[in-house]
């Protein structure tokens, strides 16, 4: 599943209706008239030119780097501008994000007259409650057919009257409720189905595609926090989680009559009665140690295929927290003393095609390791998320030492040390592997070690293409360029 967040992580789809645009302003048109698209330097061409009265930090861009989109301010409205061209003027618009296909923007805005929409595309949808335009994120399938809104703090509705919940769901144009509490929606690998929890303070229950499922009682040892404005009792920070396997099978980490447990299909694999400390990433219910095994309920994985399911537990082992990883058979085999939240590179386990090769980040507190079968890399202050060539022969991630950044293939260090870093990206054939850093001179893209023209930004990429052809879009100035090299 595709995600793009507009603010907080809590969640959208194709929308219906449609509402004339308002006749554009003179200055607006003369501005659409100095976009270009000429050539730059080598390998390198100028797609538009950013209007001056642009709000820079809300310029977008699609996966592919071809369309881009921005709000443009003047006299107390909002426009929306997608290619040049402009959709839509509002009183007020949140973030503005691209489906995966790149052919349809999403955002939620404020109309003039005080209504609020949903808009992706032409198209737009008013919902029955009040929407804080920068409050939703949107969701998709990977293949773009399908998508979806979360919508926060709907705290009243159309009319200014309180409204029955907080947090709203939209799936492919229908409403799915309104809520007090729930979790980040989870789209099926055939891109048909959306799942997640919902809770009214004492039960939860998972929802799929709009329609109730299994309910549970909320452990008493679960920790609870009451909004005092509200007067709200939240109990989701648990982090109950779910993941969707092959032939869409769902499982989840959620509570049972003896505390939390791991179900796959209706079938429950393992109990445990209480979560564990996770840096933040989520709450406790009780102490380690004191009623035996703590699953850390976030670490709840699956392969990209949906093969397999693996998840993180720790125990008390001779007065020392030790963390395992349990399969759906029993362990894994795979143990380590260091809290594999206590590493940015959350959640700490991935899962291959295979459903069998298990990649970690072990070490101890202060020093970290990514770690996969017999392999294990050299000890960092902190290590980031691993990126797996398509040979499955290599791994690449970032490490942190001394407030410095390298990227790091195996146990060979690439290019420099930055300030900053973008996720790696290997060529179809695995023999090259590029990254955007950021230095003092700006940015990079930075392929086989070697840094690129330096820009004021790396709006999107690198990637390559089937072909092995790396492309990105660089902003230098107003200018915005897409560059390419074979």
């Known amino acids: 599943m595709k995600t793009k ?87 007020e618009v949140g973030p503005i994000v691209f489906g995966p296909l790149g052919s349809q923007v999403f955002y939620c805005a404020q109309e003039e007259d005080g209504r609020y929409s ?48 907080r947090y709203g769901v939209v799936w492919n144009a229908k409403w799915l409720g309104v809520w007090q509490e729930v979790t980040y929606p989870v789209v099926s690998l055939d891109g048909k189905h959306v799942a997640f929890f919902v809770c009214d303070g004492n039960r939860m229950q998972i929802i799929v595609d709009g329609v109730p499922k299994e309910s549970m009682a909320v452990p008493e040892n679960t920790m609870r926090i009451k909004d005092n404005s509200t007067g709200v009792v939240s109990v989701m920070f648990s982090k109950p989680k779910i993941v969707w396997l092959q032939d869409n099978v769902l499982a989840y980490v959620g509570p049972c009559p003896k505390g939390w447990c791991v179900s796959k299909g209706g079938q429950t694999l393992a109990e445990y009665p209480c979560l564990d400390w996770s840096g933040g990433n989520a709450l406790y219910s009780e102490p380690v140690g004191q009623t035996g ?33 349990m399969g759906e058979n029993g362990p894994t085999g795979i143990t380590t003393e260091m809290d594999p939240s206590w590493n940015p590179a959350r959640p700490s ?82 023999q090259r592997l590029a990254y955007r850093a950021k230095m003092k001179a700006g940015w990079h893209v930075v392929v086989e070690g070697k840094e690129g023209k330096s820009y004021d930004q790396i709006l999107s990429g690198p990637v390559f293409d089937k072909a092995g052809r790396m492309s990105y879009v660089a902003r230098q100035g107003a200018d915005v360029f897409l560059l390419s090299e074979d």
């Not at 890399?377 to 991630?397: L, M, N, R, T, Y």
Request: charged residues 20%; neutral net charge; hydrophobic residues 35%.
């Open 5 to 91: 967040q507009f603010r907080n992580p809590m969640f959208v789809s194709t929308f219906f209706g449609h509402s004339p645009f308002s006749a554009l302003p003179t200055w607006m048109i003369i501005t659409l008239i100095t976009i270009q698209s000429v050539p730059g330097g080598a390998g390198e061409e100028r797609l538009f030119t950013i209007p001056p009265a642009c709000d820079m930090p809300s310029l977008t861009l699609s996966d592919s780097g071809t369309h881009w989109a921005a709000l443009s301010r003047q006299a107390g409205s909002v426009s929306v501008l997608v290619d040049g061209e402009i959709k839509g003027t509002f009183k």
């Open 293 to 325: 095994a703590a699953i850390y309920s976030t670490s709840l994985t699956t392969s990209s295929d949906g093969a397999g399911l693996v998840w993180w537990v720790c125990e008390r082992i001779e007065g020392k927290k030790v963390w395992k990883v």
């Open 349 to 430: 386990l991935w899962l291959a095609s295979d459903g069998r090769t298990i990649t970690y980040v072990g070490g101890q507190t202060g020093r970290s390791t990514i770690c996969r079968g017999d392999w294990k890399s050299s000890a960092f202050e902190i290590v980031g998320p691993p990126v797996f060539s398509p040979d499955g022969q290599k791994v690449a991630f970032t490490a942190q030492e001394k407030n410095t950044l390298v990227k790091v293939v195996g146990d060979q260090r690439v290019g420099s040390r930055y300030t900053s870093t973008g996720l790696a990206v290997f060529s179809p054939d695995s």
């Open 118 to 165: 949903l808009v992706a595309g032409s198209s737009r949808m008013e919902p029955p409650f009040a929407v804080l335009p920068d409050r939703c994120t949107a969701f998709f399938s990977d293949d773009g057919s399908s998508c979806g809104l979360g919508l926060t703090e709907l705290i009243t509705d159309a009319k200014g009257e309180k409204g029955p919940g």
